[in-house]
């Protein structure tokens, strides 16, 4: 039963989140949802910062105080129109997909072990110090838990610990099934204003085969990829589909709190749109909370000697190592099913028509293959990192492509 009350206190982030007022009632739920945890976690980082411990009152009172002036500033809600129908034939399409993923989450086939090496004891800790415990991830004898990545993926599992009063591992990996849920929602509702409901419904299901296939293939239950590949879903459809800015700004905000690699992924968003929309005003609104969120976590993690990761920069780039990094990374892409989910997410832009919508994603996609490749060279002896990583990390160019491929489509 605590299992249960754990997975299901992580759905009151959909209290505290915002989402467009255009959107269906589930894919809007689902933006809440992301946007939540993100507004969550940055409470959360807030309180921990200023020594307030974290309780049940300590955070859901300024929560629901943040929710409750955003509702008086937006007014009444207009739901976008959709009949019983398309959304019941989307239901069937994408049942399977997400019992299969269930079934997954609930045989721990697809457990990370990340999950059981630093995710899950950073939570902990975190759990019950109830605060991030900066001496536990600055002890030697843990350095290798990675104690600079940053902490939104242990803050959620707080979150729903305090709930239940403990920690719980199947409900880490129970989060995985409601992350896709979350990320082929919310595509699902942006995509569906331009291109239509029957397309949308196409791709969306398209994209939860892929996300369910991915995430087993390469055992990410747990960890912090399908939150991640989450937050670029909603970060990309919420700018490909309908500009809302104030959306995919949150979501990457995000992604770069979840991940070394979102802020990778945040930086090229920006640089994309910046090439792309030519809004100088909406490009700084889209950065602005990532680099403010990231940017105070980095500081703190320079204050009290945890910098690890986010010193690799200075580290020098092995090109003699390019040719391998290649083949071992094209290899590990292939997913050991011959390259079909790049070929899935790929084969409908044959019929595209709309490539100036596409642009933004396309250029997120290639970029998110690049920097991949750019890390990766950082490492003299790079083939048994790529082994370990290349499946759950290329997840993200993965959703980005699909995402431009329903962008192109009209």
Not at 180 to 192: D, I, K, N, S
Not at 240 to 253: E, H, R, Y
């Amino acid at each position: 039963m605590s299992h249960a009350v754990w997975v299901a206190a992580s759905l009151l982030f959909v209290l505290f989140g915002i989402a467009d007022r255009e959107l269906d009632v589930s894919s809007r739920l689902a933006v809440r949802f992301a946007t939540g945890i993100a507004i969550g976690g940055t409470v959360m980082w807030a309180e921990s910062l200023v020594g307030i411990p974290w309780t049940r009152v300590a955070l859901v009172i300024p929560l629901l105080l943040f929710a409750g002036c955003w509702s008086l500033m937006r007014g009444q809600r207009h739901e976008a129109p959709a009949t019983s129908n398309q959304q019941l034939n989307f239901a069937l399409q994408i049942a399977p997909i997400l019992a299969l993923a269930i079934y997954a989450a609930a045989t721990a086939r697809e457990t990370s072990g990340d999950l059981l090496y630093f995710w899950g004891p950073k939570a902990q800790r975190f759990f019950f110090a109830q605060k991030i415990d900066a001496d536990f991830l600055a002890f030697p004898h843990y350095f290798l838990m990675h104690p600079d990545y940053p902490p939104l993926q242990p803050l959620v599992y707080v979150w729903s610990s305090i709930a239940a009063h403990r920690f719980s591992y199947w409900g880490a990996t129970f989060l995985t099934p409601l992350y896709l849920v979350t990320a082929v929602l919310a595509f699902r509702g942006y995509a569906a204003r331009p291109i239509g409901s029957a397309k949308a419904n196409t791709f969306a299901t398209l994209l939860a085969a892929l996300l369910a296939f991915g995430f087993a293939k390469s055992q990410a239950a747990g960890g912090a990829d399908p939150q991640l590949v989450m937050f670029a879903i909603v970060a990309l459809s919420a700018i490909t589909f309908a500009d809302a800015t104030p959306i995919a700004a949150i979501a990457l905000a995000g992604a770069a709190f979840t991940k070394v690699e979102g802020a990778a992924f945040a930086i090229v968003v920006v640089i994309a749109y910046t090439l792309v929309r030519r809004d100088w005003r909406r490009t700084a609104i889209l950065g602005l909370p990532a680099a403010i969120l990231l940017g105070s976590w980095i500081l703190f993690a320079r204050a009290h000697g945890l910098v690890d990761t986010y010193a690799r920069g200075r580290t020098p780039l092995h090109f003699e190592n390019l040719g391998l990094v290649l083949a071992v990374t094209a290899v590990e892409a292939r997913y050991g099913a011959m390259g079909l989910p790049w070929i899935a997410a790929l084969a409908p832009i044959a019929f595209a028509r709309n490539w100036r919508r596409a642009a933004l994603p396309l250029l997120v996609a290639a970029a998110s293959i690049a920097y991949t490749i750019f890390f990766y060279l950082h490492e003299p002896n790079a083939a048994w990192w790529i082994r370990a990583s290349a499946e759950r990390v290329l997840l993200t160019p993965l959703a980005a492509l699909l995402v431009a491929t329903a962008a192109a489509s009209e």
